[in-house]
């Protein structure tokens, strides 16, 4: 007999095949839709389908598409009610057998199949072929049972996988209608902890009574099967139906006083492909006939497929009772937690956002989306549109201006696909931090001072004790001509140091406005710097400077003061680094389009050139390898370069020292 699939709503077409196939070769199964059927077709009961198509479009191709990939080998007879070209060739091409047009023509119809199922052919286009006489069996034995009935009617009791217990109930139940069970038990393992990997303890070795059919429950409570002997042993060990009267049950005291204790006279396991979950056992029929062969056979593998869905059901709480586990945690913490669908529906928020959001709780309980501030809620929709995440940023609630909070926004997507299914808002009170983090900036803004006005006292004190000294002395040899020349020079020194140090203090506190920039010749800018640091450089030797001019005439953007005093102190930095021969080698690189016209300009001494921790230290504020000076005149220069859109590199290492900027040239 051939088994014959009908997808439709229709009620009508069903009667009418029915009416033109012989119900002796033919049986007709009607579902309304593909995923109804998904049982039959993925275990190959299904020898040929039947699509009823309404419209022939998309969905129709969907449905075609559907069945194909539960049962790729499947023959599919399409009925349409008007035929498209396009549709019918897509649905060929799709592997459609046949595409017809309705009604129902019995002949055509029976051609087909007859050309599909050429062993029928006889009994399809001609006289229905006499029937096979029956074999001849004794009164005693058993009807034999339908397979492909039993099949079908057990995909409806797999409805209840999610829920063991009605699971096993209903699978009880059918094999006492179908083959006539009296007595059965079945035991299952205890299921693994809700946080737990899959793995059992020591108290899971036993084997529980969780259903049973014609006896008392109670009385099974206070009965359990090992693992490790009798029934349940054997089964785990060995994996295949064990009967009462079988020389290994026989053979085994423990087996065989288990059998007796329970009435029974076949156990077989319950696996779900990998290991052993329980055991069922029955006594004999209602009717005190025994089990065949085949029909244990397909009890074994119906207690297979109950395994998995029992498997499934112990996952599905597991997955549940973590859910709430993590929804307790959720609502437990501080931070403000929301999870919002991709469809703006609020999965789950906790008290602490309900406690941070100006809602009006005479109204309602329940947090909204609509709840949101506009600027949260529109990130939100943000990160589910786009799937990424949004950096965390401080916000203040209009409500709360006194308090701040910290606000991340994170995407969920599944593993199989790119889409966001939702996204998590977390919102964080970090008033208390930010006061702590206020008093550490200003704590350390007073070190910073401290240290300032102790550096800057002790050089300004440097500078005023030849001052000092010469005052003291002032009346007595006003008239004498070398201690006037004296008094000049310390004069005209004091007043270049605490200039100096009155310049970067200056520059070490202001701010450039960048986009009210002069344009700076780049010969002049390095003239008059060599031209200030030769000033302030206590060196009796001439210096030199040297640099290439065919570059010279481009020009910079900037404070031509603040850059000039940039390139000074670097310069300052070069002559002092070979007092006996105090040379600067300027070099101009000319920038190229690629590199956004960036001049790059490289200030070379004759020195010993940094060492790895100078070169390291070196912008530090009051880093000095000499004993005088404030030790800010990098300092002042990375925060001139910086503002400026620049950069400064000190790199290390033996020879000379080398200092690199780069500056943006102006268009």
């Known amino acids: 007999m051939r088994t014959l699939l009908v997808i439709t709503r229709q009620p009508s077409l069903t009667a009418a095949l029915g009416s033109v196939l012989e119900p002796g070769i033919f049986q007709i199964i009607a579902k309304e839709e593909v995923a109804d059927a998904e049982f039959l077709l993925a275990r190959g009961a299904i020898d040929a389908a039947i699509l009823d198509v309404e419209h022939t479009d998309a969905r129709s191709l969907r449905a075609i598409d559907e069945l194909k ?58 006289t229905p072929a006499a029937a096979a006489p029956e074999p001849i069996v004794a009164r005693t034995q058993p009807e034999p049972v339908r397979a492909l009935e039993v099949l079908r009617r057990f995909s409806s009791v797999l409805a209840h996988t999610l829920d063991s217990s009605a699971l096993l109930n209903q699978f009880l139940l059918l094999l006492r209608e179908v083959i006539g069970v009296n007595r059965a038990i079945v035991f299952l393992r205890r299921p693994a902890g809700q946080t737990a990997e899959g793995s059992h303890g020591a108290e ?199 308090r701040w909070y910290r606000v991340s926004i994170l995407p969920f997507a599944a593993n199989a696909t790119r889409h966001t299914n939702a996204a998590l808002l977390l919102i964080d009170d970090i008033t208390e931090h930010e006061r702590v983090q206020k008093l550490e900036i200003e704590t350390s803004n007073l070190r910073l001072v401290k240290s300032m006005a102790e550096h800057l006292a002790h050089e300004i004190g440097n500078s005023l004790v030849p001052l000092s000294t010469h005052q003291q002395l002032l009346k007595e040899s006003i ?137 390291e230290r070196a912008p530090e504020p009051f880093f000095s390898t000499r004993n005088v000076g404030l030790g800010l005149g990098l300092t002042v220069t990375r925060k001139i370069i910086e503002s400026h859109q620049g950069s400064l590199e000190i790199p290390s290492g033996d020879g000379p020292g080398v200092v690199r900027i780069s500056l943006p040239v102006q268009s």
């Open 479 to 615: 008239h004498d001509k070398e201690f006037q020349e004296s008094l000049s020079e310390a004069l005209a020194n004091g007043v270049k140091r605490i200039s100096r140090l009155a310049n970067q203090m200056v520059f070490l506190a202001r701010e450039w406005n960048t986009d009210a920039a002069e344009p700076v010749p780049v010969s002049e800018l390095i003239t008059e710097a060599f031209q200030e640091a030769n000033k302030h450089n206590p060196s009796k030797k001439l210096a030199k400077l040297s640099f290439n001019k065919d570059v010279s005439q481009l020009r910079v953007a900037g404070d031509a003061k603040a850059l000039r005093h940039a390139f000074s102190e670097i310069m300052l930095n070069a002559l002092q680094a070979n007092p006996e021969e105090p040379n600067v080698a300027v070099k101009l690189e000319k920038p190229s389009s690629s590199e956004g016209a960036v001049l790059k300009v490289e200030v070379r001494d004759t020195g010993k050139g940094f060492s790895r921790e100078a070169a």
């Open 69 to 126: 990939s539960f049962a790729p080998s499947c023959p599919i007879f399409v009925y349409a009610g008007n035929k498209q070209w396009e549709w019918e060739e897509d649905a060929y091409l799709m592997g459609v057998q046949h595409v017809l047009t309705k009604p129902v023509r019995g002949k055509l119809l029976k051609a087909l199949l007859s050309r599909l199922f050429p062993e029928q052919d006889s009994k399809v286009i001609g």
């Open 204 to 402: 899971d070795r036993w084997l529980r009574s969780a259903c049973c059919i014609g006896l008392d429950q109670n009385a099974l409570d206070h009965f359990a099967l090992s693992m490790s002997a009798g029934i349940g042993g054997y089964l785990h060990r060995q994996g295949r139906i064990l009967r009462a009267n079988s020389p290994e049950a026989q053979g085994n005291r423990e087996i065989t006083k288990e059998f007796q204790l329970l009435g029974a006279q076949v156990a077989i396991p319950i696996v779900d492909r990998h290991s052993l979950l329980g055991v069922a056992v029955f006594d004999e029929r209602l009717t005190g006939e025994p089990y065949t062969h085949e029909e244990l056979a397909i009890i074994f593998h119906m207690l297979e497929e109950v395994g998995l869905a029992i498997r499934n059901s112990w996952l599905h709480a597991q997955i549940q009772g973590n859910q709430a586990l993590i929804g307790d945690i959720l609502g437990q913490l501080g931070s403000g937690c929301m999870v919002i669908g991709a469809n703006l529906a609020v999965l789950h928020a906790n008290a602490s956002l309900a406690h941070m959001l100006p809602l009006e709780r005479s109204m309602r309980k329940q947090v909204e989306f609509a709840d949101l501030p506009q600027q949260i809620g529109s990130m939100v929709f943000t990160t589910l549109k786009n799937g990424t995440e949004t950096a965390p940023f401080k916000y203040q609630f209009p409500h709360a201006p006194d």
